[in-house]
């Protein structure tokens, strides 16, 4: 059974469509985010511990 005869009105969910698009596309930004920011904070934290290590300073 097909809830939408097509494509167009899929996306348009019954004029609702802009809303609910719109609230996926802001989860996944925030999930990306969520995975983004530890890897990151990692490489920042890895490249300091060593300049620190080179430099002769203890962490």
Known sequence: MIAF???ADF???GRHGAYVW???GFCL?????N???????R??????LARRR?????P
């Open 5 to 7: 005869p097509s494509l």
């Open 11 to 13: 996306l348009a969910m």
């Open 22 to 24: 719109s609230a996926y």
């Open 29 to 33: 930004a925030l999930m990306s985010l």
């Open 35 to 41: 995975v983004m920011q530890p890897l990151l904070a």
């Open 43 to 48: 490489r920042r934290y890895l490249k300091d």
């Open 54 to 58: 080179r430099r002769g300073v203890s």
